[in-house]
């Protein structure tokens, strides 16, 4: 399975972005997907998921009602978007896999399996 996140860049306070993860080497309906993010100085922390069977969401207490994730199993997408950007959101960006089908998801990095290359997002004030 290869990840390949993009869509990271520069916007300012309270502008908004949606990162996308194309997924290859395996379907989104096998496929849990995970957003992890890295701050400079920072520990890796987990962003959201995606369930496989009815597509649930969830998400990281500090980014909750101001952040979306959906997927476009045609393309073999998934997508973060992410509104109301504070300058804490600044990171490296991450998409991860593992494979399981339930209408729920982790957000343990131990979980996953595979990992893609990450999206700069900067925020700026």
């Known amino acids: 399975v290869q990840l390949q996140a993009s869509g990271g860049g520069l916007v300012q306070v309270g502008g908004s972005l949606r990162l996308s993860c194309a997924v290859s080497?395996?379907?989104?309906?096998?496929?849990?997907i995970g957003w992890f993010r890295q701050a400079p100085g920072k520990e890796l922390e987990a962003v959201s998921c995606?369930?496989?069977?009815?597509?649930?969401?969830y998400f990281r207490d500090s980014v909750k009602g101001r952040t979306t994730m959906s997927r476009d199993n045609a393309k073999n997408t998934v997508y973060l978007e992410m509104n109301s950007l504070k300058p804490e959101d600044t990171a490296v960006y991450s998409c991860?896999?593992?494979?399981?089908?339930?209408?729920?998801?982790?957000?343990?990095?131990?979980?996953?399996?595979?990992w893609g290359q990450g999206t700069q997002v900067t925020v700026s004030s």
């Open positions: 995606i369930s496989t069977t009815d597509g649930g969401s």
């Open positions: 080497g395996s379907t989104l309906d096998y496929t849990v």
């Open positions: 991860a896999a593992y494979h399981h089908r339930s209408p729920y998801c982790s957000l343990q990095m131990a979980d996953y399996k595979y």
